[in-house]
Structure formats: C-alpha cells, structure tokens
C-alpha cells in the first residue's frame, strides 16, 4: 500500500512493492456518498482470534477509521471484514519489526504477500515504524464467480507519519494531494473461508480520494 510519507514513497521506487507502488490499473471508480455509513474508529486496535484468525494488537499511538458502510451482502461484508484486517496485519508486523509476522501472511498470499514482505523489511531496515490516524472510505466491492473479488478503496494518511524507533522521532510532512491514495486489490477466498489478497495497486493524489 501506498501507506506512508516520503520515506515510503522513495521505497515505492526502490522496491516496486504494490503496496506503495505508485501505480494502477484501470478499475470503476469507487462510489460516493451512497448507503448510510457505519464507521469504526479503533484506537490502540486489539483484535482477539476467532475462527481461526490471528490476534491483532497495536500500539494506542495508531488508530484508524474504516468508513465502509455494510452492504447487507454477506459475502462483501466478508470481503470488507478480511480487508479491514489485512490492513492493521501489516502494520502490526512493522510494530513488530518482522518481515514474517505470522498475522499479515494469513491475510496476503502469492506475488502480494512476497512484495508485502518487503514493504515491511525496508522498515525493519530503517528501524522505523508507523503512527498517528488512517482513515479508510469510498469502498467498492464487486465478486466474481469462482471464488475471487476485488475491492477498490481509497486511504487518508494526511495525519499518518513514520518514526524512527532510536529516538522516537516522529517525521511529520506537510498534507499534499499525495496524502490521498487509491487502492485495487484483487482477492480470493481461501479453503479456510478468508479473503485473501493477492495483489495489490495504489496510486497517490487520485482524484478520487482527494477531499
């Protein structure tokens, strides 16, 4: 994902990762405004396990806003539920300084889960992490038959910022059209019943992200 400031944008170039690529593929737009919302905000995130899904923690200097209205269709709820985690799985694994963080590879297979990996290396390299608020909006959820969907969505990291763990200092950069990225994920359900995401795109200053 295209998730942090300068320092992931210059990643994005070194490693190709789709998560901070600056990149995209030609998807519908998500839509505005639409169903009435229900949104999560989630400080100091603690996810318990269930059904088998790992458990999620995460520091109280992280939180996060998931605006993405339940659709009454069980199987894109699913998808959106799944999506939700793999994004705080991620993260957790940058807390964590590892690569290999067990929570995120349950949520992220294949060419996504590999350029995940480096994604959070260069991190573990930087010995830097995430903080400060992420908010999540203008989801757009389409299944295919056969077991694969994708979902585009759009993130707002004008209040996120990278630390650097020696000092705890906190690299906080000015709010640009930059700070509103666009993402395409393509999804398949697993033979546990998860969503898992197998690629992954993302484009900054989409205009359809930008407020």
């Known amino acids: 994902m295209n998730r942090r400031t300068?320092?992931?944008?210059?990643?994005a170039v070194t490693t190709a990762?789709?998560?901070?690529?600056?990149g995209s593929e030609d998807?519908?737009?998500?839509?505005?405004g639409g169903d009435k919302k229900t949104p999560s905000?989630?400080?100091?995130?603690?996810?318990?396990?269930?059904?088998?899904?790992?458990?999620?923690?995460?520091?109280?200097?992280?939180?996060?806003?998931f605006d993405w209205p339940m659709t009454g269709d069980k199987v894109k709820d699913a998808v959106l539920a799944d999506s939700e985690q793999s994004v705080k799985a991620v993260d957790q694994a940058i807390v964590n300084q590892n690569a290999l963080d067990k929570a995120y590879l349950y949520y992220y297979e294949g060419e996504a889960a590999a350029q995940t990996e480096q994604f959070i290396q260069a991190y573990?390299?930087?010995?830097?992490?995430?903080t400060g608020t992420y908010r999540y909006y203008n989801p757009m959820v389409q299944v295919r038959d056969g077991g694969s969907a994708s979902l585009v969505y759009c993130e707002d990291q004008s209040k996120a910022?990278?630390?650097?763990?020696?000092?705890r200092k906190v690299n906080k950069t000015?709010?640009?059209?930059?700070?509103?990225?666009?993402?395409?994920a393509q999804?398949?359900?697993?033979?546990?019943?998860?969503?898992?995401?197998?690629?992954?795109?993302?484009?900054r200053g989409h205009d359809q992200c930008r407020p």
């Open 174 to 184: 000015p709010v640009t059209e930059n700070s509103y990225v666009l993402y395409t």
């Open 41 to 65: 905000t989630a400080p100091a995130s603690s996810a318990s396990a269930s059904d088998g899904r790992p458990a999620i923690e995460l520091p109280s200097d992280l939180s996060y806003t």
């Open 187 to 203: 999804l398949r359900k697993n033979d546990k019943g998860v969503w898992v995401i197998t690629k992954l795109l993302s484009e």
């Open 161 to 167: 910022f990278d630390m650097y763990l020696k000092d």
């Open 27 to 32: 998807t519908a737009a998500p839509a505005k």
């Open 124 to 130: 573990v390299d930087a010995k830097a992490r995430i």
């Open 6 to 11: 300068a320092f992931l944008m210059t990643l």
């Open 17 to 22: 990762l789709a998560l901070t690529a600056c």
